[in-house]
């Protein structure tokens, strides 16, 4: 099967079609089950049903993928039917630029940062486009935002602004370090736009850095690491990026790897992987933004970057490496939530394809699968 034609429906079949290695690899960290669903409409139902799902047909027999990550227990229901249900409230917001706009009208804080945010203890950090400032209601008890001085719309953000972002990031991380010792846990992330929870429009991320151990579900994901390299005497990370290379869902650039997860949160998840923070890892999570924007049309979205402690720490994170997670929230027209209870208390259902993804993401970063 030509895998630029593959689907996710077709996933049990490419997994059979796998060198035998790659196919025992693949079950030692999925549990994949193909199920249908079956419905009989009502005659009054089939000229709604067939303007919403383009078919009668494709309603009443309905195929979904469900797949389980065995080792981090992150498990994803598929059925690209949900993309095309009909979502009653729908608010006629207008063009998102015209929309961003006119927020510019509206005095934020964050446009002028130096005024009207106030200082972590230690100082801010400065570089050439972006400053620190520190959060008025705190994640936690290090906790800074990083603003784009003088960049109010977060979709037009720069190779430069991206780059220089992560730099007062990771430069506030050092400092904050500095200032207390015990505080050693680095996480970083972007919310952008309001389906992804900012509360602000102007360009803004957040940095943390947690004192005792990292943040719950990177503690998690330490954890089943190790223990997966207990039981099978293997990297879980780098055999995670091998079984999805060999299904055309995962590439390496500039010794990083990225993969379209098969276990995804919500829609459109990429993970990138790589041994150190670096301009390669740095270039690939920006490109990674841009395809989302261009080719994906995904604009709010939820930006993750993790790895080890700064410091040495009395548990083991051996062959953990710095991570970046990205995922889109969904249509910023619609009041319907992307996460319900599904998400919360089972299993997170998803529309998206991860093999059309992969055929974007490997476009746009001048690959080909």
């Known amino acids: 099967m030509d895998k630029d034609t593959a689907s996710i429906i077709d996933l049990p079949r490419l997994v059979g079609a796998l060198p035998p290695q790659e196919k025992e690899l693949f079950h030692r960290l999925f549990h994949l089950q193909a199920v249908t669903g079956y419905l009989q409409p009502t005659p009054d139902m089939e000229e709604l049903v067939r303007e919403n799902f383009g078919s009668v ?45 006119d927020s510019i009208r509206i005095v934020e804080p964050l446009d002028n940062p130096l005024a009207k945010t106030p200082e972590d203890t230690f100082g801010r950090v400065r570089g050439r ?21 003088g960049e109010h719309n977060p979709l037009v953000v720069s190779w430069k602004h991206f780059d220089d972002m992560l730099d007062v990031a990771w430069r506030w991380l050092a400092a904050a370090h500095k200032a207390d010792s015990s505080a050693r846990y680095p996480f970083f992330l972007w919310n952008c736009l309001w389906r992804a929870g900012a509360t602000l429009i102007h360009t803004h991320s957040q940095v943390m850095l947690g004192r005792g151990q990292h943040y719950a579900k990177v503690e998690a994901q330490r954890l089943a690491a190790l223990a997966y390299k207990k039981e099978h005497g293997s990297d879980y990370f780098q055999d995670l990026y091998r079984v999805h290379q060999a299904l ?60 080890p402690p700064l410091a040495p720490t009395p548990e083991s994170w051996e062959g953990f490496p710095m991570v970046a997670r990205l995922v889109d929230r969904g249509d910023l027209t619609s009041r319907a939530s992307d996460i319900g209870t599904m998400e919360l208390y089972a299993q997170s259902v998803v529309a998206s394809d991860p093999f059309q993804v992969a055929h974007f993401m490997f476009r746009t970063c001048g690959l080909t699968e």
């Open 248 to 307: 055309g869902l995962a590439f390496e650039r500039d010794g990083c790897q990225l993969l379209i997860y098969l276990t995804p949160i919500k829609e459109k998840e990429v993970i990138i992987l790589t041994p150190e923070m670096g301009r390669g890892f740095k270039q690939l999570v920006f490109d990674a933004l841009t395809c989302y924007r261009q080719s994906l049309r995904a604009v709010s979205f939820n930006l993750a970057i993790f790895g």
């Open 129 to 149: 486009y972006c400053l620190s400032a520190a959060n008025i209601a705190k994640y936690d008890g290090l906790h800074a935002m990083i603003v784009i001085e």
């Open 57 to 101: 047909q494709a309603v009443k027999e309905q195929k979904i993928i469900k797949i389980l990550n065995k080792v981090t227990l992150e498990g994803t229901l598929f059925n690209k039917l949900r993309a095309s249900r009909p979502v009653s409230a729908r608010e006629r917001l207008g063009a998102l630029a015209q929309i961003i706009d």
